[in-house]
């Protein structure tokens, strides 16, 4: 029983080490798209200050830009998925 109780314990503790990782991969990649998202948003805003392009090139920038997000998350999970998968076949 004892022995039970030692493996379920290290299991809790590796489960509860695992979700920390996740998390913070997931907020960090999060913070980098934004962060993407925000330099581009002020750096168009400066070319339309600047008179370099119109308003209207930044609103279909930030149109681009945003039909980007959906893929490129999708594409930051599988990546984040594979590692699972290539951590798991290690095993």
Do not use: C, H
Not at 18 to 35: M, P, R
Not at 47 to 60: F, K, N, R, T, W
């Amino acid at each position: 029983r004892w022995n039970w109780e030692y493996v379920q314990a290290r299991l809790f503790k590796v489960a509860t080490k695992s979700l920390a990782l996740e998390q913070t991969q997931s907020v960090g990649s999060n913070f980098i798209n934004e962060l993407k998202n925000m330099f581009i948003t002020v750096l168009s805003a400066k070319l339309v200050i600047d008179g370099q392009i119109s308003l209207g090139m930044m609103m279909a920038i930030s149109y681009i830009v945003g039909q980007l997000n959906g893929p490129i998350t999708q594409l930051i999970n599988f990546m984040r998925d594979v590692q699972d998968a290539q951590i798991s076949v290690d095993r």
